[in-house]
């Protein structure tokens, strides 16, 4: 990765816009809160814990703009800018999470210069926790990773869709690291490529073979025997495990489990909701037709037609074998292997 992802400059954020690659590496830099929500709801940052990041980036950015030096109009402003940060992306929950401690820690603030420095502050140490944690889930996963594996993964899951080294992606490369013979399965992830398009740039850049395949071709490959696990990301798991990804990661599942093999989610503890006991109770965000109906631009189905784009879709627990987070691999029941992490 020549530069990071997102850089925070003091007074702006600097990102690398995800909807030009792989043609293009152009960075932008956002120097208002709405700039960065507009980035988020365009995929030109995404990835649940890159979102999360960039959010609390926002909250900081909108707070230190605020003019007001009486505090309780600067927090009422502040949750005004925090609402239009949260409208931008239902499903991550990381967006939710990194917010919350925003506003936690401005409301810990005796004045609004104090409340300023604490929003810088606390966004830096957000992103340095999520960065860290990707290292972490990288290290413990690549134990499961065998030599000579080949390794099936959905999405965009790297340093792009983190803001650190990568939670599926970041095992994957840990494993080659480590000089583990790994072959990489990447599937193309309709509608919007981000395996095509990301993970096939990052791992190129990393110098770790793989091969690129449509979505539709991962039950032929798991059939000859060519898969020997899947590792994908989350975009929010429920307390008894169930996890929305990456729409298409459900059907994997549903295919690894029918040729017995091992399904691992990779996400940082910031990723669950410990409010929600069970997967059917996840937004799942509905995007824009044109999405589906075009590819890059091009039309690819008549006009007019009708069209179902949710972004994500939820995989039972039953179907995981493990989930690898920062603070250990936790298998069923999820709910309590939660609660034992250290
Ligand atoms: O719509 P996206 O590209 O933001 O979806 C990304 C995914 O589903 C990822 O797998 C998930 O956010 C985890 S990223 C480490």
Redesign the pocket.
């Known amino acids: 990765m020549p530069k990071e992802p997102v850089e925070w400059l003091g007074d702006r954020l600097r990102i690398l816009d995800q909807t030009r690659l792989p043609q293009e590496e152009a960075y932008l830099d956002l120097g208002r809160y709405q700039d960065i929500a507009s980035a988020i709801t365009e995929?030109k940052i995404?990835?649940?814990?890159a979102?999360g990041v960039c959010a609390a980036y926002a909250v900081a950015l909108g707070g230190l703009k605020i003019e007001t030096r009486a505090r309780a109009e600067f927090l009422k402003e502040l949750r005004g800018i925090i609402r239009t940060i949260t409208a931008t992306r239902p499903t991550?929950r990381n967006l939710f999470g990194a917010v919350e401690r925003m506003l936690r820690a401005a409301e810990a603030g005796r004045d609004t210069d104090r409340i300023k420095e604490a929003l810088v502050s606390e966004a830096v140490k957000i992103h340095a926790e999520e960065a860290a944690a990707t290292g972490k889930i990288s290290q413990l996963g690549a134990g499961l990773i065998g030599d000579g594996f080949s390794v099936l993964t959905h999405?965009?899951?790297g340093a792009l869709?983190?803001a650190g080294y990568g939670?599926a992606l970041g095992v994957i490369k840990k494993a080659a690291g480590q000089g583990k013979k790994i072959k990489v399965l990447a599937t193309e992830t309709r509608p919007l490529l981000?395996g095509a398009r990301l993970t096939a740039w990052e791992l190129m850049k990393a110098g770790i073979p793989f091969t690129l395949i449509t979505d539709s071709m991962a039950g032929y490959f798991m059939s000859r025997g060519e898969v020997d696990c899947v590792i994908?990301?989350?975009?929010r798991i429920a307390l008894n495990g169930d996890t929305a990804?990456?729409l298409g990661t459900y059907t994997l599942a549903v295919l690894a489990k029918e040729h017995g093999i091992p399904f691992y989610v990779a996400a940082p503890t910031t990723t669950f909701d410990t409010t929600l006991d069970k997967g059917i109770d996840i937004p799942i965000e509905e995007r824009s037709p044109e999405e589906v109906t075009r590819i890059q631009g091009v039309a690819i189905a008549p006009e007019g037609t009708r069209v179902a784009n949710p972004?994500?879709d939820i995989t039972p627990h039953h179907l995981i074998t493990a989930i690898i987070t920062e603070r250990g691999i936790i298998r069923e029941p999820y709910g309590e292997g939660l609660r034992e992490l250290k």
């Open positions: 995929l995404r990835g649940a814990p979102i991550a999405c965009n899951t869709a983190t939670t981000q994908v990301g989350a975009a990804n990456k972004a994500f």
